[in-house]
């Protein structure tokens, strides 16, 4: 099961309610304040397999 979660786009606040799809739509990042629509989906499954590619191909890079 892949972990995900919504992230606001303008300072990086992480949703850490139940079901950010079930906010209201005047919901608001509780740090920046900026609307519902600024948030977007990650998923952190995702988010490792990039970092783990970026660092393997850094250390590719450096053996050379």
Do not use: Q, W
């Amino acid at each position: 099961m892949a972990v995900t979660a919504y992230i606001c786009g303008i300072c990086g606040y992480v949703y850490d309610g139940e079901d950010f799809l079930k906010e209201a739509d005047d919901y608001r990042c509780p740090l920046c304040d900026h609307g519902k629509d600024a948030f977007n989906e990650r998923s952190f499954d995702h988010e490792v397999n990039l970092a783990s590619d970026e660092y393997h191909r850094v250390k590719k890079e450096e053996t050379k």
